[in-house]
């Protein structure tokens, strides 16, 4: 059996027999504001802390700067795993390479390029791409089914474990390319009850894995993240 990585979210990898097999792609999905980052950079901190993992987290619409403030704020402090958790502006990196650029090198090669001589060089373990639809603008994807299916393949031979977060729009029903793609889904909800805001998670898929496919409440105590009951059950 393939060894397992942990979302070190309380309660959840028991819900998976133990965590996502290693390798997978995985999606975080949700609307707007739904701990999608949050949760994505909760599993690279806590691997890094707790196993030594190294990681990589790639983000394309938010700042650096600001990533860490927000993480910080949720009792992550990342100059406790800098060493071991790099967190890269790509979109930042974009704006000023633009003039860099040849025509003939598009900007997903470049992507491509920048993760893959980083993995030789740092031999990171855990991935996060934040997010999918600001990637499929900056690369120009054209052919939607087709980049996906190849860029899945590719981090694939990549050999990490791989958080995609993607952004949902109003609950639909609708299945994306996407949703056949990854190997698991994870997927963030939140909902108003009254003042509050309650917040849920849900595992839709997880290849390779006896998994839950209850709705859990998902709460922050301002240290970490914790499932509380499965709703309905
Ligand atoms: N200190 C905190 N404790 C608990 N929750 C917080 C704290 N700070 C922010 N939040 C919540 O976290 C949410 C943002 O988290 P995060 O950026 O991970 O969400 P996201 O789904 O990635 O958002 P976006 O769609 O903007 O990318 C805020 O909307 C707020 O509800
Ligand atoms: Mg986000």
Redesign the pocket.
Known sequence: MREKVKTCIKGLDEQMTGGIPQGHVVLVS????????????NILFNNALLEGKKCLYISL??GRESIIE?ML???MDHTKVETLVSIVDMGYLRLHMEEQTSEEQSWMDIFKMYAENLRTNTEYELLVI??LPVLELLAGMNDRRGDLFHFFGWLRELGVTTFI?V?SSADTIAVKDEDFLADGIIR?K?ERQGYD?SRQIVIDKMRGTKHSTGLFTLL?D?KEFQLTRAIGQ
């Open positions: 949700g609307m707007p504001g739904t701990m999608k980052s949050s949760v994505a950079y619409e938010q927000h704020g949720l009792g934040d997010s977060v952004e963030l939140k805001i922050h301002g």
